[in-house]
C-alpha cells in the first residue's frame, strides 16, 4: 500500500498560468477529498467525490478552480488563471467512504504562484 | 462560528512531562480522527477515535460522541513529539468530509 499519492510535490507558476495537481487515491478507497491548507486559515475544505461522482464542492472558489475524477485511480485539481493567493498546500485524502471511516492523506502538492 | 475548537493554541513542555490537549465540537458527530504534521510535513494519522479510549505506545485519545469532546494524552514526551496536532470531526449530518480544528502547537524542549 503506497498510501495517497500526489503530484508534484512542489509547483512553481506564474500568476496567471494554470496549474493541474494529480491525486492517485488509495486503491480500493471510494471516497476521494481535497483540501488546502494555508497558515493564516489553516486545513480548508475544497471539494470531494464518491465513487468518482462529485458530491460536495462547496468549498472550491467557483471561477477558476475546478476537480476531476474520470477513474477510480486518479482525481485532479485544476486552478485557471492562478492567483498569489492561491499559494497554499493542497492536500489530497481518501476513505473507504460510507461515513464512519477514516482517512489517509498524502503529501501534498506545494503551490507558489510569483 | 469554528465547528471545531482545539486547546491550547501552544503548549511547551519539558522533556518528560504529560501533555494533553482538547478538543471540542459545536455540532454532533459521527467520528473524529487526530492527525499529526511536522512542519511542512503531511498529516499523519494517529489516531481515529469515534468514541471511547484508545491507546498506542505513549499516546491515549479518549473520545465522548455525546459530549462533543475529545483529548489526545501524551506521557513521557520526547523532543521527537514536537509538532502541530490536529483533531477533526465527521459530523453527523451532511457527512463524510472531515471538518478541522486550527491545531495544536506542541514543543517539547530538553
Known amino acids: 500500500n503506497a498510501g495517497v499519492i500526489q503530484t508534484p510535490r512542489h509547483k512553481v507558476t506564474g500568476k496567471g498560468q494554470e496549474a493541474t495537481l494529480w491525486c492517485e487515491p488509495i486503491?480500493?478507497?471510494?471516497?476521494v477529498f481535497w483540501y488546502r491548507q494555508t497558515i493564516v486559515q489553516g486545513l480548508e475544505f475544497l471539494t470531494y467525490f464518491r465513487n468518482q461522482a462529485p458530491i460536495d464542492d462547496s468549498g472550491m472558489p467557483k471561477e477558476r478552480f475546478s476537480a476531476q475524477m474520470p477513474n477510480q485511480s486518479h482525481s485532479t485539481l485544476k486552478i485557471q488563471s492562478t492567483q498569489p493567493q492561491d499559494s497554499a498546500v493542497y492536500l489530497c485524502?481518501?476513505?473507504?467512504?460510507?461515513?464512519?471511516?477514516?482517512?489517509?492523506f498524502g503529501s501534498g502538492t506545494r503551490l507558489l504562484v510569483i | 462560528g469554528q465547528q471545531v475548537q482545539q486547546s491550547p493554541t501552544s503548549l511547551v513542555l519539558q522533556e518528560g512531562e504529560n501533555a494533553e490537549l482538547q478538543c471540542n465540537f459545536s455540532t454532533s458527530l459521527n467520528s473524529m480522527q487526530w492527525f499529526y504534521q511536522r512542519p511542512g510535513g503531511s498529516l499523519i494519522s494517529v489516531f481515529y477515535n469515534p468514541s471511547g479510549t484508545k491507546q498506542s505506545g505513549r499516546l491515549t485519545s479518549t473520545t465522548v460522541i455525546k459530549e462533543r469532546r475529545s483529548s489526545l494524552h501524551i506521557s513521557s514526551s520526547q523532543i521527537t513529539d514536537s509538532g502541530t496536532y490536529l483533531c477533526a470531526m465527521e459530523r453527523a449530518e451532511g457527512a463524510d468530509r472531515l471538518t478541522f480544528g486550527k491545531g495544536t502547537q506542541l514543543i517539547i524542549q530538553p
Open positions: 485524502a481518501s476513505s473507504l467512504g460510507g461515513g464512519d471511516s477514516d482517512y489517509t
Open positions: 486503491s480500493g478507497h471510494s471516497a
